[in-house]
């Protein structure tokens, strides 16, 4: 279901940055587990991070160091700061709200953004 809004995409050059969020009116994320995918052109939707109802993070190998998972309860608000992105990060990042075991399986995932393009080339 399309119940989440997203906001924060773009083009950035390779090394640039970008701040993706996430929130809802309808319901209180509090109470969710929420993750971040992207989905490359000709790829598969992968898991890139979670963060739990109770605030732990969980990251894909190829994002460690560089992405950070974060919510805010209090706002209803979720994001994901990437930095030194790569052209390899291209892709539409989704925001959603459910279940999240790693790696994350997007059909435990209740809600879902509309998806925001992020687009890394020089």
């Known amino acids: 279901q399309l119940e989440l809004v997203e906001s924060g995409g773009g083009l950035v050059q390779p090394g640039g940055s970008l701040r993706l969020s996430c929130t809802t009116s309808?319901?209180?994320?509090?109470?969710?587990?929420i993750g971040w995918f992207r989905q490359a052109p000709g790829k598969e939707r992968e898991g890139v991070s979670c963060?739990?109802?109770?605030?732990?993070?969980r990251y894909t190998d190829s994002v460690k160091g560089r992405f950070t998972i974060s919510r805010d309860n209090a706002k209803n608000t979720a994001a994901l700061q990437m930095n030194n992105l790569k052209p390899e990060d291209t892709g539409i990042y989704y925001c959603?709200?459910?279940?999240?075991?790693?790696?994350?399986?997007?059909?435990?995932?209740?809600?879902w953004g509309q998806g925001t393009q992020v687009t890394v080339s020089s």
């Open positions: 959603a709200a459910g279940v999240c075991r790693w790696p994350p399986v997007p059909g435990e995932f209740g809600a």
């Open positions: 309808r319901f209180r994320l509090m109470n969710y587990d």
């Open positions: 963060v739990s109802s109770s605030g732990s993070t």
